[in-house]
């Protein structure tokens, strides 16, 4: 049986030491890493680019599913994952739901993989 990875909670944008600093500790190269594991898929890097290019009001699943080429019940699993990372923002509105990306979260991830990047 798998050991399973201990849950921490993903909601906030990482917060550590860059990795580029010296050798991160157990909890830090954790939260790195499930967040890195979220955006190693190409549909969720996708769905990233196109929520960072939408207007701040964001995109309803429907449209992402239709530039995707995905089902809408896939995209959501993607959203739902982005999501848990922290790293995607979900709110209802009316009938719909509008996601957007929690661009903070990956700026934070930038600093934290190279503190240069962003400079």
Known sequence: MPKALPVIDMSAPVCCAPVAAGPVDDVAALEVALRLKALADPVR???????????????NGGNLAAAV???EST???????????GLVESERVGMNVVHRAKRDALAALCVVLDPNCCR
């Open 45 to 59: 890097v996708k769905l990233m680019s196109l929520l960072l290019a939408s207007p701040d009001t964001g995109e």
């Open 69 to 71: 080429g995905l089902a």
């Open 75 to 85: 995209v959501s699993h993607h959203l739902g994952q982005l999501r848990k990372a």
